[in-house]
């Protein structure tokens, strides 16, 4: 059976500074970043290196996040008062709100912009009959993308504030009047739903947690569920789909075991699978750090 064909080397997919984000520096399991006009200092356990920077300038930082365990969860220490939320932007046409979360991530994760650049390109020119999916859409970032460069977009969340925030975004970035669904629900449940509608789209992307629940208490596990929910999305793409796009944030998985599964999930397909993993790189510099693995296909 014709299968897409893997990728024979992996690519990493280096973030650098743009104007609204730098990794500053790292080392002794933290990191220094600019968001927007705040600097900010996270843990991160694997930057085992010394820091680059005098500490004067890590003495800088305007909030610290204090973890209190190993699942992201702390709180944040400010050094004056800081506002709720600010705009930030990323190219010309999508804006969005960071704001301080609960779980040491600022509403987005800026590593994932290799893979918005990557949307941007393979949506260029696409038109509202270009259907696109994105599941755990979280603040909406990737969805806007989409819908900037044509695309008709559903976005998928289990979180009712994570939609409220994703919907701030889009108006914020101009794009309300786009054609976007904002659908909170389970994954899951959504993806069984379409494909009994028999509804296709022309590109999936898809970002699960580890851990999760739906609305209705639905319970998710990654490696418990996510074999069954990409053969779904598999199935889920119209004959003249062009990409599907997955990535994940675990320690315990690969970007080539993503690709295999994702091979899988696309028998009857050509085209190619590309994997690898997103990495930050400090500015100015060379060194950084791989914080997520993906796989995506290209037809």
Known sequence: MTRPAIAPDPLVMRTTAWDDYALLDSGGGRKLERYGPYRV?????????????PQPEW?????????????????????????????????DAVRFQGRFTAFRHLAFFPEQAANWAWLAERLA????????????????????????????????????????WARENAAASGLA?????????????????????????????????????????EVWKLYDDLPELVAGCGQLLAPDAS??????????????ALASLMAQALEGRGGVIDWGELALIEDGGERGMGLSFFARWRA
Request: glycine fraction near 10%; aromatic fraction near 10%; include cysteine.
């Open 125 to 164: 020119g696409a038109g509202p009959d270009t259907k696109v999916l994105n599941l755990f859409g979280y603040t909406g970032v990737a969805s806007l993308i989409m819908a900037a460069a044509g695309a008709a977009v559903t976005h998928i969340d289990a979180s009712k504030k994570a939609i409220g």
């Open 41 to 53: 200092i996270r843990p991160e356990p694997q930057c085992l290196w010394r820091p680059a920077l």
């Open 243 to 256: 990409f599907l796009l997955l990535n994940a944030y675990s320690e315990r998985l690969s970007g080539l």
């Open 59 to 91: 003495d800088k930082a305007d909030a610290v996040f204090d973890p209190t365990d190993e699942e992201d969860a702390g709180r944040w220490r400010y050094a004056r008062k800081l506002p709720e939320t600010w705009t930030m932007g990323w190219g």
């Open 177 to 217: 009047d786009r054609p976007v669904r904002w659908i909170c629900e389970d994954a899951r449940s959504f993806v069984k739903r379409e494909l009994r509608r028999g509804n296709a789209y022309q590109g999936i992307v898809l970002d699960p947690p580890k851990y999760g629940r739906g609305p209705d208490g």
